[in-house]
């Protein structure tokens, strides 16, 4: 006897196409099973996507919500667009057409301003690049020290401006930054840009 399931939500929507970004599913009838698992792809959506249908691990959170993993696509679409589907058994899965967004990453090429004074407050500071869109879990991601990139980084809330432009909004630049620091985003809020932009908070001058 299978429990039916439906998947009514995901968050976030986007999710960059070299995986890696964890997806809340939201739904009903979900069971702390070890056989649960996420599909990607496949679906309705189109016969080329169907194709690229792809299965993951489903971590159980509660009944109504569960998390996976975007996991990394090499397809070449211009666009690409997959449902997310949930199976418990690993074999039988929903069919609610529920859609991610696959972005290719961003590129950018330029913060403004370059550097700041230590201190500053409620600055924005704005990454200039192409491929940006509109999405409230967007986030800007400050490393401080290049060398321990991993763990020396302050993460923002970014604002959409254009497709060529995003806001980094800075309540409090409160942290010196070493050579070599830059800024980046994610679109999906976790797997940032290669690409990024060379920003600084400067000391200021006695």
Known sequence: RFLMIEVLGINPTIADRRGGAVITVTGTGFRNVSTARCSFGGGSVSQTQQQQQQLVPA???????????????????????????VSMNGNMFTQNNVIVDRRNDVTIVRANPARVKVGVINRNVRLIGRGFIDNVAARCKLVIHP??????????????????????????????????????????????????????VMGIAE
């Open 59 to 85: 971590t159980f959170i509660s009944p109504t919500q569960l998390t996976c993993v975007a996991p990394f696509s090499d397809s070449t679409e211009a666009c690409l667009f997959q449902p997310v589907e």
């Open 147 to 200: 060398d321990f990139a991993a763990s020396n980084y302050k993460i923002y809330r970014a604002q959409y401006v254009s497709s060529t432009a995003y806001d980094c909004l800075v309540p409090l630049a409160d942290t010196i930054t070493y050579p070599g620091s830059y800024m980046t985003i994610a679109l999906d809020g976790q797997v940032f840009s290669a690409t990024n932009a060379q920003h600084s």
